[in-house]
């Protein structure tokens, strides 16, 4: 059975125009791709309408007559197809797009070499390859290196080099010299054959029409193999954002931060003092029990997003779902001045968003979402646990003594219960307190289940 997959040909990479291979199934891979062409075409076409600008001045300086208007309209045919570049250009290979830069050098090089039809002045055609007008080609080739790829500037390269061998070499073919010119000169510079040849108005002088091309493509190719490697750091960060949006699925932005911007991230094992949330469904196993599980988990992803939402925008860290509750810490990897705070203002703003989650089931006949919320400031232990596969652990009495209050919002019938510690580490942190804990009730010196000593705790029934 023949193989029907297609498969590159060995004689693909002779195809200079072929556009690289890229992931393009790869979300972040296709924005960075059509982001720096799209940049690139706008800045390529800005750089050609200065360019030309200035060119336009520059030859008005050089020669003040009527007759380079002819050269004028030159410069406005590539500005206008420039702007058609700019509209045609896309990410992969555009054949519209190669024609039109293709075209882009057609018109550049017809308007070198042949004659200016609104001049009266008679020379030989040889003289007009004695303008050093194929320099302009540079600021063309240089424009390119800001949109297209490494394949697009050589073919540039290669193309400019073939059209302007044709045209001198055609030119060169049917030119009439003009009679006498050369014999003056020869005359006139007799004992010195070497500098007669170079001023002879008839010489094409082929050296230097091949020189020119041999030095453009150097100049091409090396350019090419510049945007070679630019095109590689390009799709090395678009990799990078990738990497960096995948850990950003399963860790917090901060932890993410600290991932990205240091060779050991999390350091040593260390102790501090961290705020430990808790947040578990009540009677979320009665409410599963007979229903489909595609909607429990339905249910369990709409509450995980909500929550976890919520975490990271008070700039805490989602240690782990646990079930159909989770765990959050406020401190870590880094401690701040308001951990307590923004764990507070979490719990209370996860009760809102339920409230409001809750409204929006009672309107689709489900049944409400209610939910338990401890919080606890104190001392745990920080660092990075296992050999190769690494995960950022917290452990300690605080984590133990969250997960107790969370536990305890069933006996109380409450929303959020957080611990003394919490409200004291509010007041050193320079918040108001009676604000951050408005809705609280104290009760003092309770019994925590799996705590040694009474805590007093603050209760928030809602």
């Given at each position: 059975?023949?193989d ?7 004689f ?7 556009p ?15 982001r ?6 706008e800045?390529?076409v ?11 001045v ?10 380079m208007?002819?050269?004028?309209f030159i410069?406005?045919l590539?500005?206008a197809n420039?702007w ?9 290979q555009?054949?519209?797009e190669?024609l ?11 308007g ?5 039809p609104?001049s ?5 055609l ?5 303008f050093?007008n194929f ?5 063309i080739?240089a ?10 500037v ?5 193309w ?5 061998t ?7 073919w049917?030119a009439t010299?003009?009679p006498?010119l050369s014999e ?7 004992g ?6 170079l001023l ?10 091949i020189?020119?091309i041999?030095?453009?493509m ?6 090419g193999v510049?945007?070679?490697?630019l095109n590689?750091?390009l799709?090395?960060?678009?990799g ?16 993410v931060?600290e991932l ?5 991230p999390?350091?040593q ?13 009540v009677?979320?196993?009665k409410y599963?029990?007979g229903r489909?599980?595609y909607e429990?988990?339905?249910?369990l992803?709409?509450?995980h ?6 975490v990271?925008?008070?700039h ?8 159909d509750g ?5 401190g ?5 001045p308001s951990?307590a705070?923004?764990?507070v ?8 968003v339920?409230?409001r ?7 689709a006949?489900?049944?409400e979402?209610r939910?338990?919320i401890?919080v ?17 652990a917290?452990?300690?009495d ?13 006996e ?5 219960i957080?611990?003394d ?7 050193e942190?320079g ?14 010196n309770?019994?925590?289940r799996?705590?040694e000593?009474p805590?007093?705790?603050w209760?928030?029934?809602?």
């Amino acid at each position: 059975m023949s193989d029907t997959t297609a498969s590159p040909s060995r004689f693909d990479r002779f195809f200079v125009t072929r556009p690289d291979n890229y992931d393009l199934d790869n979300k972040y891979t296709e924005a960075a791709l059509e982001r720096h062409k799209r940049e690139g075409l706008e800045l390529a076409v800005r750089a050609r309408w200065i360019a030309m600008g200035f060119t336009a001045v520059l030859l008005v300086f050089l020669n003040p007559q009527w007759e380079m208007m002819w050269y004028h309209f030159i410069l406005l045919l590539i500005c206008a197809n420039g702007w058609l570049i700019r509209r045609a250009g896309r990410v992969g290979q555009s054949r519209v797009e190669l024609l039109l830069i293709f075209a882009d050098l057609l018109i550049m090089t017809l308007g070198m070499i042949v004659p200016n039809p609104f001049s009266d002045d008679i020379r030989p055609l040889a003289m007009q390859y004695r303008f050093d007008n194929f320099q302009y080609f540079f600021i063309i080739l240089a424009a390119g290196t800001l949109a297209y790829s490494w394949r697009t500037v050589i073919a540039m390269g290669s193309w400019t080099a073939a059209m302007w061998t044709v045209g001198w070499i055609i030119a060169w073919w049917i030119a009439t010299p003009m009679p006498g010119l050369s014999e003056r000169v020869a005359e006139a510079l007799a004992g010195y054959p070497d500098v007669a040849e170079l001023l002879d108005p008839n010489s094409f002088r082929p050296q230097l029409r091949i020189q020119q091309i041999v030095v453009f493509m150097m100049v091409a190719v090396t350019l090419g193999v510049s945007m070679r490697r630019l095109n590689r750091l390009l799709m090395t960060n678009a990799g990078l954002e990738r990497e960096r949006a995948n850990l950003s699925r399963y860790f917090s932005p901060n932890v993410v931060d600290e991932l990205s911007q240091n060779d050991e991230p999390l350091k040593q094992v260390r102790k501090e003092n961290i705020a430990v949330l808790f947040i578990d469904i009540v009677g979320f196993t009665k409410y599963a029990a007979g229903r489909d599980p595609y909607e429990v988990i339905e249910v369990l992803r709409g509450f995980h997003a909500r929550m976890e939402a919520e975490v990271f925008r008070h700039h805490g860290t989602l240690d782990k779902y646990l079930g159909d509750g989770l765990m959050a810490t406020f401190g870590t990897p880094v401690p701040t001045p308001s951990d307590a705070s923004n764990a507070v203002a979490c719990a209370r703003a996860m009760v809102a968003v339920i409230d409001r989650w809750n409204i929006e089931r009672r309107r689709a006949g489900e049944p409400e979402i209610r939910v338990g919320i401890g919080v606890h400031f104190g001392a745990v232990v920080l660092g990075d646990i296992g050999a190769n596969r690494l995960e950022f652990a917290v452990i300690g009495d605080a984590v133990n003594v969250a997960a107790k209050l969370e536990a305890l919002t069933r006996e109380f019938q409450a929303k959020v219960i957080v611990s003394d510690a919490v409200r004291g580490q509010l007041l050193e942190e320079g918040a108001n307190a009676t604000e951050a804990m408005a809705g609280f009730v104290q009760h003092e010196n309770h019994a925590v289940r799996g705590v040694e000593a009474p805590m007093n705790v603050w209760v928030m029934k809602g």
